[in-house]
């Protein structure tokens, strides 16, 4: 661990106005590297032929940038995509990793059980517990099936249930996501997780409404642009 004096954001003052907060994520650095591309690469304008764009993905957290960028259009014209990205387990400064594979695809679910309140000491059975509902399927869905052709996960970010410490929880909010090494393996947890959702409201009498936020498909590299970038 680098001493305070010692780790250079700090020393020089690199840090957020807000007190004991910070964005880590990186995309700065991505924009300071974009705009260090940009200027190489007008320097060598008179020895370039064809058109270079540089897109910089909104919303990257949460999967929602790049279907934006391509309904948008920003890609009809492209032949070929070299993305870039910081690598978290790069441990030494100046490392760079080429040709990663697997990407996994991904989506994100907002799952919403309400119930009915009522007194937990006076009339406990006339209400309809969504919160128990909603950390039934929490335990549940890390009981999902690993799949036998490729990786999957799935995670439970947050849990926000109850209204107070003497009333059956009424209310409760699941957020959610599923990733697998394909497409396909992804649908299966996708399908899977959707069932146990409605499977533990039905087994409390809640109701339940699933939303999907977001997603992604998998992806792997272009083997032979792969190569060829490599060779240069």
Do not use: W
């Not at 807000?18 to 700065?28: I, K, R």
């Not at 990257?60 to 993305?83: C, H, I, K």
């Not at 209310?171 to 649908?187: M, Y």
């Amino acid at each position: 661990m680098l001493l305070h004096e010692q780790h250079r954001p700090y020393r020089e003052g690199f840090c957020s106005i807000n007190p004991n907060a910070m964005h880590a994520c990186g995309h700065d650095g991505h924009t300071t590297v974009g705009l260090a591309v940009a200027g190489i690469l007008s320097s060598l304008k008179n020895e370039l032929k064809g058109t270079i764009k540089l897109i910089f993905q909104p919303a990257e957290e949460g999967v929602r940038g790049a279907r934006a960028m391509v309904e948008n259009g920003d890609v009809d014209d492209v032949n070929y995509m070299l993305g870039a990205h910081f690598g978290f387990k790069m441990r030494k400064t100046g490392s760079i990793a080429c040709n990663v594979k697997g990407f996994l695809a991904t989506s994100k679910y907002d799952a919403y059980f309400t119930g009915v309140p009522a007194h937990a000491g006076a009339a406990p059975e006339t209400g309809k517990n969504a919160l128990l509902a909603a950390t039934c399927a929490t335990l549940n869905l890390y009981a999902i099936s690993r799949h036998s052709e490729g990786v999957s996960r799935i995670n439970v970010g947050t849990l926000e249930a109850g209204s107070g410490r003497n009333i059956i929880g009424d209310k409760a909010l699941i957020k959610l996501e599923t990733r697998g090494s394909s497409s396909n393996i992804n649908k299966y947890m996708e399908t899977e997780a959707q069932r146990i959702l409605k499977a533990a409201a039905q087994m409390y009498d809640v109701k339940i409404q699933i939303e999907k936020v977001s997603g992604a498909a998998g992806a792997n590299n272009t083997p032979e642009l792969a190569k060829y970038i490599h060779s240069r």
